[in-house]
C-alpha cells in the first residue's frame, strides 16, 4: 500500500471517528433532551455543518468519505434520492437508525443546506444561531418548501378561520368569568373530558394571554390548536376539490363516449 493509500485509509478512518461520534451524542440527547431543548441539537447540527463544509469532492479523501456513507446508509436499509448530496448522507447516516421521522430527518437537510448556501453561517457555531433567527427548524423547511405554509402562517390562517367561523357552542366557565376584562377577545382552549352523553366535562382553560400573574399563556397550545383548524379546513377543501375534478374528468369521458356514440349512429345512418 503506498504512502498516499495509507494517509487516505488515516483520514477517513479519523471522519469515521468523528461521525459516529456525532452518534452517540444524537442517542444520548435523544433519550434525555428531545422533547425539552433544542440546544443539544443544534450543536450536533453545528458538528455535522463543519464535516459538511470540508467536503469538496475533489480528493481521494472526500470520495472515500461520500462511499464509505453511501455504503453505510445502504447497509442500513436508509431511503436515498438518486445522488444524494453528502450532507444529505451524513443527516441520514446520524439520525437514521431511530425514532426520528423521515419528515423530521429531511427537515434537517433543507436547513443545513440553507445554512451552507447562507452568507450568515460560516462557523459551526452559527448553524445554531442561524435556526433559531429564523424561527426553528420547522419554520426553515416551511420557509423553503413550495407551496408550505410555515407553522406561524398556518397558526395566523387558523386564527381567521375560528374568528369567522360558525359558533358550535357558548358557555359560561366561573374560571373565564373572572377574566373578562383582561382576556376577552383573545384565543382560549378549553381542556376537557369527553362523556358518555356527548358532553364535555371542562376541566381547565388555558389562556393566549395569561390573565394575571398567577395564569401562564398557553401561546403553543393556542398556536397548534389555529394550525389544527387551519390543516383541518384545507385538508376538506382540497378533498372537496378532487371529487370535483373526478367529477369533471368523468363528465368529459362520458360526453366523449356519447359523442362517439352519435358518431357512430350517424355514420350507419348514411350507409
Known amino acids: 500500500m503506498t504512502e498516499a493509500a495509507n494517509i487516505n485509509n488515516s483520514l477517513v478512518n479519523d471522519f469515521k471517528n468523528r461521525v ?27 458538528d455535522i455543518y463543519a464535516l459538511a463544509a470540508g467536503f469538496t469532492n475533489k480528493t481521494l479523501y472526500d470520495a472515500s468519505k461520500y462511499a464509505w456513507l453511501l ?3 445502504k447497509r442500513k436499509g436508509v431511503k436515498l434520492s438518486t445522488k444524494p448530496s453528502f450532507v444529505q448522507l451524513l443527516v441520514k447516516y ?13 427537515s434537517y437537510v433543507r436547513v443545513l443546506t440553507a445554512a451552507m448556501q447562507s452568507s450568515e453561517v460560516k462557523t459551526a457555531t452559527d448553524v445554531g444561531v442561524f435556526i ?4 426553528g427548524v420547522e419554520e426553515i423547511r416551511a420557509s423553503l418548501a413550495k407551496g408550505t405554509k410555515t407553522p406561524a402562517q398556518r397558526a395566523a390562517s387558523g386564527r381567521e378561520i375560528i374568528l369567522n367561523g360558525k359558533s358550535l357552542a357558548t358557555l359560561s366557565t366561573e374560571e373565564t368569568a373572572k377574566h373578562v376584562v383582561a382576556a376577552k377577545g383573545s384565543i382560549v382552549l378549553l381542556v376537557g373530558v369527553l362523556t358518555a352523553q356527548g358532553t364535555v366535562d371542562v376541566k381547565h382553560v388555558c389562556y393566549e394571554l395569561a390573565p394575571t400573574d398567577s395564569h401562564l399563556p398557553a401561546r403553543s397550545a393556542v398556536n397548534s390548536a389555529l394550525s389544527n383548524a387551519y390543516s383541518s379546513v384545507s385538508k376538506a377543501t382540497k378533498k372537496v376539490a378532487k371529487r370535483k375534478k373526478a367529477e369533471k374528468e368523468l363528465d368529459e369521458k362520458n360526453k366523449q363516449a356519447l359523442s362517439i356514440s352519435t358518431y357512430c349512429e350517424q355514420d350507419k345512418a348514411a350507409a
Open 71 to 73: 455504503t453505510e446508509c
Open 132 to 135: 433559531r433567527k429564523y424561527g
Open 94 to 106: 446520524v439520525f437514521a437508525d431511530n425514532d426520528t421521522d423521515n419528515r423530521r430527518i429531511s
Open 20 to 46: 459516529n461520534t456525532i452518534c452517540t451524542t444524537r442517542n444520548a440527547w435523544q433519550q434525555t433532551q428531545f422533547k425539552s431543548a433544542n440546544d443539544a441539537l443544534y450543536a450536533m447540527l453545528g
